[in-house]
């Protein structure tokens, strides 16, 4: 008996220690990725701007052939969603909203993840002129982990698993783009 109390204890320390790490781990992280795309600003913006054209540039998009998807509202305008159900686990269930526009300079969405997990994140694309003809595309993500999840921050690595997809997409915004 005196043994299950000790591991029982050991436990509840160890669980105490990760509880208290916790609430000095930071709970927003931010990822961001840029390219240089070989055309008119506008033309850049008036793309990316509509949710349906993700469908042909977002890694995410194309993982699950089989996806449901739903659009609501005028795409390309503040309010309009792109819904999303699957069963594949590394898409779930979840919805996208276009919350702001700055014309020709920038998009913020809302990203509502609601299957595997419960989430709420922010992400943008902002488009800037490098010339007549180049555009640079920053795609982002701002999101945050409450606590205690927030311990698994620094094992998961936000900035390599959403990094890589962010580059993935922007390669195939580019190759979109610059081949039409």
Request: hydrophobic share 45%; charged share 25%.
């Amino acid at each position: 008996m005196k043994v299950v109390k000790k591991i029982l204890f050991g436990l509840l320390a160890i669980i105490a220690f990760l509880l208290l790490i916790a609430l000095f781990l930071p709970k927003k992280y931010a990822i961001e990725r840029e390219i240089i795309i070989d055309s008119p600003k506008d033309s850049v913006f008036t793309y990316i701007k509509y949710l349906k054209n993700q469908d042909d540039f977002s890694v995410w998009a194309k993982i699950d052939p089989a996806m449901k998807k739903k659009f609501s509202g005028t795409d390309g305008t503040v309010g309009a969603i792109s819904a999303w159900e699957s069963k594949d686990k590394n898409v779930g269930i979840g919805e996208q909203e276009i919350i702001k526009i700055n014309e020709g300079e920038r998009i913020d969405f809302e990203l509502r993840f609601k299957v595997p997990f419960e989430s709420t994140d922010n992400a943008f694309m902002i488009t800037k002129s490098i010339s007549s003809n180049q555009t640079k595309v920053i795609w982002g993500f701002n999101g945050n982990m409450p606590y205690p999840m927030n311990l698994m921050l620094p094992v998961m690595n936000m900035e390599e698993m959403l990094g890589k997809d962010l580059e993935i997409g922007l390669e195939n915004l580019k190759l979109n783009l610059e081949n039409k």
